[in-house]
């Protein structure tokens, strides 16, 4: 990976960088859903036009705003969701907006996300990941996380509406590059080993700017990854980040196996659909 600080999602250093692609993400699904055409055109997400998406987005823009509020208060928040249920209710609560008017769920979503690219800038470096935010779904994570994690939902989120649209399309490199280790962390927050036997590993090979082998050593405990040598995994998964990032989040099934394909096929099959 890169030795380059502003590609660091969890550095302060990074934040400029995360914010600046967040913003221009956002700008790019504001511009989709603000055709009236799209608004019941389906997307690539089942069930969900892109009506849909804007609610869930608005939820999540939302949950994140409520979850700052509680962090400077230092007030206790709810029990979050959790994982397993993330799936579930993320849907009852966009299929919940499909009540409120077009233009109104629309300026809310502008309002909403206005609100917390604001939060996010005024965070303190110490703050960037020191500050420990209550997300409803996911629990407790810092406050850079909960931002790259808004950037990996308007990348791959817009990335499902022009599929839906049947335009050409892909995920921006800048972003793609930026996702690389959150979805790392992704996966490891979303595996279900309790059908692992045996302890196996598997390595990841990435190409782009934080590129490079890293090795998950899976258990019937937990999963976990560093990067380093991956010559002794049973198998090998070479992905440029753009395919990552939509094999991570499940839209597609790419990129190429090298060694044991049950292996790297068990591991696809640890994650949890949130």
């Known amino acids: 990976m890169t030795g380059d600080a502003t590609w660091d999602f969890l550095s302060s250093l990074g934040k400029p960088r995360v914010l600046e692609v967040l913003d221009r993400q956002a700008e790019a699904m504001f511009a989709l859903a603000g055709d009236p055409a799209n608004w019941h055109v389906p997307t690539a997400c089942a069930g969900w036009d892109v009506g849909d998406m804007v609610g869930h987005l608005v939820d999540a823009t939302e949950a994140s705003l409520s ?3 509680f962090a400077r208060r230092g007030a206790t928040a709810p029990d979050a969701v959790g994982v397993a249920g993330m799936a579930a209710a993320t849907d009852e609560a966009a299929r ?6 077009r233009d109104e769920l629309l300026a809310r979503l502008r309002d909403r996300t206005a609100e917390l690219m604001a939060e996010f800038e005024s965070l303190a470096d110490a703050e960037w990941s020191g500050l420990v935010v209550p997300d409803p779904y996911m629990g407790p994570l810092p406050a850079s996380v909960v931002a790259t994690g808004l950037l990996g939902g308007y990348t791959v989120h817009g990335w499902d509406v022009r599929e839906g649209l ?5 995920i921006t490199g800048d972003a793609a590059d930026l996702l690389v280790p959150f979805v790392f962390l ?6 279900d080993t309790s059908s692992v036997d045996e302890p196996f590993a598997i390595g990841i090979r990435t190409t782009g700017v934080n590129g490079g082998d890293t090795r998950f050593d899976v258990s019937p405990t937990d999963v976990r990854f560093a990067a380093g040598t991956i010559d002794d995994c049973a198998a090998t998964l070479e992905l440029d980040p753009g395919t990552l990032v939509l094999t991570a989040y499940n839209r597609i099934n790419g990129g190429t196996i090298r060694g044991d394909e049950r292996a790297a096929a068990r ?6 659909t949130i």
């Open 166 to 170: 049947g335009l050409p399309h892909e």
């Open 267 to 272: 591991f696809r099959s640890l994650f949890v």
């Open 96 to 101: 919940a907006m499909r009540s409120v008017p």
């Open 67 to 69: 979850a700052f509020d």
């Open 186 to 191: 992704l996966w490891w927050a979303t595996a």
